[in-house]
């Protein structure tokens, strides 16, 4: 039983994530070794500046391309931070900015409540 519970779990938790979208930001890093050389030489690169011209594509095409080049550019600020104080400290849910719902409410409420489903009266 206990397998089971595990395999049920892990089956839930890849629908989290997609092997796809890393796979395809794997494929643009090996590509851009031989455009433009090692990453860990890229100093003068703005890797903020970067990724946000990299979303304001995606907002004005729609191409999802692109929202793994953000990606693959948040990676290199990570491995190799030009931000003066980078440093890494896991936080609580309390120290989240929050995530801005589609009215533009910034909310850290679940994805989905049960309350929403009930209906009038339940």
Not at 23 to 49: C, H, L, N, P, Q
Not at 53 to 76: H, P, S, V, W
């Amino acid at each position: 039983m206990k397998r089971e519970k595990k395999e049920e779990i892990e089956s839930k938790l890849k629908t989290q994530y997609s092997e796809r979208f890393w796979e395809g930001m794997k494929a643009r890093m090996e590509m851009s070794y031989f455009k433009y050389g090692d990453v860990k030489d890229s100093k003068i690169t703005d890797r903020i500046a970067s990724l946000n011209q990299r979303i304001e594509k995606y907002q004005q095409t729609g191409n999802t391309e692109f929202l793994m080049d953000a990606a693959n550019f948040c990676m290199i600020e990570f491995m190799f931070p030009n931000h003066p104080n980078a440093f890494f400290k896991t936080t609580d849910s309390d120290q989240s900015p929050g995530r801005t719902t589609l009215h533009g409410l910034v909310t850290s409420r679940p994805n989905v409540e049960r309350h929403e489903y009930r209906r009038e009266g339940d």
